[in-house]
């Protein structure tokens, strides 16, 4: 055959090339029961919707060529639930799949490719930090420089999963992605161990330096953490259905679930009339959106506030409660940063907000004030005021003071309020005992009587009364208000499609 020994080359790259680095660490993550690069796309994506870009991309450093199969990085086109979307894997077999300038180049192109055509990107982060033999020196760093490969503008949605230790670009992808998800054992970070060991001389566990307790609950890096690489390309499957493939569009639009707001009438039983007694709001929540629509993020941080995309009669809504399970419900420097990297996330692709309130006000003292709260409930009520989706909000017991604005009061498009609630500057037992003096042991009389008097004119028809308030309704009218003024709202706006203020707003994380 004429091209016979053309065909035998290709055919021998391209094999050499699919069949990634190192065999004995291929075969030591598949006895580890861990996905290598390639297995990661296939149960991410759409069968057979891969095709693949710079398969034979190997570094630029001719005596490395033979050793760089894809220079570290799986990158290509292909399809999630039918639709269109960039995927970027690092293959951890090839030389750690190390940060270089030839793979590096593949992840700019991609990222530049996905906001050019309106696909979301989506980038499986395993990464041993730079590559020091490619990019030592001037030359290297200059660049290793050259691109603008963290412009993150927010144009079409960016999923990270975590699957391994990740350090220098794997970590910098994950921090400005708008959806982070790490499986336990991986461990987050600027540098590796072994770099800050020899740099500061200390000894330091990969776990307590960057592992997922770390960015679930004490950074808030991640929005979740899961125990196999299967769940966490679920878990990117499902961020992705909430949201549109670029800002351009509106969040696609679901089947209603059987059965979804049958069981409403159970809120009632699961919210006290006694407003010092607390309840998990996130079980309130279910029962308003559509069933198993709920989709939490940042839940093991700021605990206080739930932070969920959700549906409600089939329709992607962005959920902001407060949790009275924690801290009371009150907001503080965690949850301030939560609710601004939220919105920022909803109000760039379209996503209508839903505020649930029940908040005592901030939870402050020496330890916020040295956290900057002034700085962080401002950076959360600017956030709000900038978004141009429809926000709603319902309060349902308490709302006092500045967290009242915070949460929706004054700004929303529609607000309601449930017959149980209690809308104040301060709780008015707080008020009794700031203004009067008087102290319940000491004179229980005195000041039960100024507790009354600050009760007065808090009560949701009081609001409602001035039209400061557009309703007020039982809770177990939740799901239909809301559906209801979604419909109202967020079809007319300019098809459903924000001014997207906040698309450059520096990331909190």
Known sequence: MKWQAQIDEHQRRKAKAQAMGSPKRLQERA??????????????????????????????????????????????????????????????????????????????????????????????????????????????????????????????????????????????????????????????AVTSPRVNTIAISEQIDPEEMGGWRVQTEITGKADMAVDTDEEAMEAVRRFLSYLPSSNAERPPVEGVPARSGEDARKILDLVPEERRKTYDVRKVIKLIVDKDSYFPLKDRFGRSLVTALSRINGKSVGIIANNPMFKGGALDVDSCDKATSFITLCDSFNIPILFMVDVPGFLIGIEGEHKKVPGKIMNFMQALELATVPVFSVIMRKSYGQAYINMGGGRSDEMAAWFTADISFVDPEVAASIVTGAHPKDDPVAFQQAVEEYSKACSPYDLAGQYLAHDVIDPRETRDWMIRVMDAHHRNRTSGIGEHHLHTWPFTF
């Open 31 to 188: 006895a580890d029961g861990i996905l290598n690069a390639r297995q990661r796309i296939d149960e991410l994506v759409d069968a057979g919707s891969f095709h693949e870009s710079g398969l034979f991309a190997v570094s630029e450093l001719p005596d490395m060529a033979e050793k760089s199969p894809t220079d570290g990085a799986v990158d290509g086109y292909a399809r999630i639930n039918g639709r269109e979307v960039v995927v970027c894997a690092q293959d951890f077999t090839t030389l750690g799949s190390s940060s270089a300038i030839n793979n590096g180049r593949k992840t700019i192109h991609m990222a530049r490719a996905a906001e050019r055509n309106g696909t979301p990107f989506v980038y499986l982060s395993e990464c041993s930090g730079a590559r020091i033999p490619d990019i030592m020196g001037a030359v290297g760093m200059g660049r290793i420089g050259d691109g603008l490969r963290f412009n993150r503008r927010r144009i079409v949605p960016w999923a990270d999963a975590l699957l391994g230790q990740s350090f220098g670009g794997g970590t910098w992808v994950a921090s400005i992605s708008d959806f982070l998800v790490m499986r336990k054992g991986a461990i987050m």
